[in-house]
């Protein structure tokens, strides 16, 4: 008996290593180039004001790229990210934009920060965004 519950510790702890290191990241080419030029498009028009055309931030606004961002959202899911600007951005009209425009914007992001993009679009569903990880580094 304890030799099953031995194994079956082990098999769930190896299981647990396998599926942390085959889930999704930034890395992994999430977002497409055409979906971050949308996201330039839409952040420029609703969030440069604030957080600058480059993404450096300025006063009280943080900048959305550079070693702070990083390691702010490091271990974090896209959609954390998704839902944080998708509730409280733009500042002056929180939940204006659609969820298109939010997740083109968190690709554009992506990309500014110099994520790969790959060859499907980053999905607008919350539960896909949960699952896929921004890692500062691979």
């Known amino acids: 008996m304890k030799f099953v519950v031995a194994f079956l510790i082990i098999a769930s702890v190896a299981l647990a290593a396998v599926n942390q290191d085959t889930q999704r990241s930034v890395w992994d080419g999430v977002y497409t180039e055409e979906q971050a030029k949308r996201g330039e498009v839409a952040f420029v028009q609703a969030c440069s004001n604030c957080h600058g055309r480059t993404l450096e931030g300025a006063d009280m606004t943080p900048a959305l790229t550079g070693g702070a961002f990083m390691a702010n959202w490091d271990g974090l899911t896209v959609g954390d990210l998704f839902d944080r600007i998708r509730i409280s951005m733009p500042a002056d009209r929180p939940g204006s934009l659609s969820r298109q425009e939010n997740v083109d914007v968190v690709s554009f992001i992506l990309r500014?920060?110099?994520?790969?993009?790959?060859?499907?679009?980053?999905?607008?569903?919350?539960?896909?965004?949960?699952?896929?990880?921004f890692k500062a580094q691979r």
Request: glycine share 4%; net charge neutral; aromatic share 10%.
């Open 112 to 133: 500014f920060n110099q994520f790969p993009s790959g060859k499907e679009e980053l999905p607008r569903d919350i539960q896909t965004l949960k699952q896929i990880m």
